[in-house]
Nanobody
Framework: VQLQASGGGLAQAGGSLRLSCAAS????????TGWFRQAPGKEREIVAA????????RYADSVKGRFTISRGNAKNTVYLQMSSLKPEDTGDYYC???????????????????????WGQGTLVTVSS
């Protein structure tokens, strides 16, 4: 499975960006998707996660009400709409998907980095004040 993340860039505080994560190659073998970010000198942290079905979502407290994660109709693309951006949102953003398992449900989402099996390259988001 290959993941292609895109949409990062420079935004002013209060602005918006939309990230995309497109999966290819064996997408019928994956389930939940998550967006993580890593700021310079900090640990990688979960930003948002979504179930394969798209019916359940989870957000970090720091982005609730500002970010929205969604899944495309074809299920192989996940978006992260980021609004009311703050300088502290600056960092490399990574998407990740979890390999399908008989223990998983199409309604499950996951928030730990170790829960995911495939990672895309980072896309840099820089928010200026």
């Amino acid at each position: 499975v290959q993941l292609q993340a895109s949409g990062g860039g420079l935004a002013q505080a209060g602005g918006s960006l939309r990230l995309s994560c497109a999966a290819s190659g064996g997408t019928d073998t994956v389930y939940a998707t998550g967006w993580f970010r890593q700021a310079p000198g900090k640990e990688r942290e979960i930003v948002a996660a979504i179930s394969w079905r798209g019916d359940r979502r989870r957000y970090a407290d720091s982005v609730k009400g500002r970010f929205t994660i969604s899944r495309g109709n074809a299920k192989n693309t996940v978006y992260l709409q980021m609004s009311s951006l703050k300088p502290e949102d600056t960092g490399d953003y990574y998407c990740a998907v979890r390999a399908r398992s008989t223990y998983d449900s199409v309604h499950d989402y996951y928030t730990g980095a170790s829960d995911y099996d495939y990672w895309g390259q980072g896309t840099l988001v820089t928010v200026s004040s």
